[in-house]
């Protein structure tokens, strides 16, 4: 059983624009990861954050987990064919040592 | 240093046939985990181990999945009997193991099983 929803699930846009990826759950979590999977390949680790309110940059990857930890969203700027990937968001609940998985967000950025 | 290695990186079967899979984690990572993923979603845990003990493995179908990870280094997972449900990516991570959430994990490129 998924926790974490991720929106939209599936995103196609053009080179240059920008992007959000939401990620939500009614839970509250002690840290939270974002990860990038390509085809055939494991996922990525891209950022984690553990602050409420915590505002994370990976050049022109922005993360923000939400203020109560419930949430946390990724915002891509100029986004490049290269930022084409299936996008998770992973939660830890306090006292645990893994990570329950989102749904997932599947990017297509088009030349 | 080489990643986290898994074989095969394909493996199709007929229903009911056994199947295993084998994890050579990072050296040095004293977690080692095993995902289900299907098309499209997110990673599900199956077992974690920290050394040689299966810390977490609610997650894991008893009735024909069994994993083992002797002297806490590689790992092999196993299904027997394979029904056509278990088709999916199964992935295998490893991390330090320093019991903090922060621990990064680092993933192989998984298995992909085809039940015919």
């Known amino acids: 059983t998924q926790l974490l929803e991720q929106s939209p699930q599936f995103l196609s846009i053009q080179e240059g624009e920008n992007l959000t990826v939401y990620c939500n759950s009614s839970?509250?979590?002690?840290?939270l990861q974002w990860y990038r999977q390509e085809p055939g390949e494991g996922p990525v680790l891209l950022v984690t954050?553990?602050?409420?309110?915590e505002v994370k940059k990976l050049k022109r990857l922005t993360f923000q987990f939400g203020d109560a930890r419930k949430d946390s969203s990724l915002h891509i700027t100029a986004a490049q064919p290269g930022d084409t990937g299936l996008y998770l968001c992973?939660?830890?609940?306090?006292?645990?040592?893994?990570?329950?998985f989102g749904t997932g967000t599947r990017l297509k950025v088009l030349a | 240093e080489a990643g986290v290695v898994q074989s095969p990186r394909y493996k199709i079967i007929e229903k009911k046939q056994p199947v295993a899979f084998w994890c050579n984690p990072i050296?040095?990572?004293?977690?080692l985990y095993w995902y289900l993923q299907n098309l499209g979603q997110g990673p599900e845990l199956l077992i974690r181990?920290?050394?040689?003990?299966?810390?977490?493995d609610s997650q894991l179908p008893k009735d024909r999945f069994s994993a083992e990870r002797l002297k806490g280094v590689d790992s092999t997972l196993k299904i027997q009997p394979a029904e056509l449900g278990d088709s999916a990516v199964y992935l295998c991570?490893?991390?330090?193991?320093?019991?903090?959430?922060?621990?990064?994990?680092?993933f192989g490129p998984g298995t992909r099983l085809t039940v015919l």
């Open positions: 991570a490893s991390s330090l193991g320093t019991r903090r959430t922060t621990d990064t994990q680092y």
């Open positions: 839970s509250v979590f002690s840290s």
């Open positions: 954050v553990v602050t409420g309110g």
């Open positions: 992973a939660g830890a609940t306090s006292g645990t040592y893994k990570y329950i």
């Open positions: 050296s040095g990572h004293n977690t």
């Open positions: 181990y920290e050394n040689e003990e299966a810390v977490d």
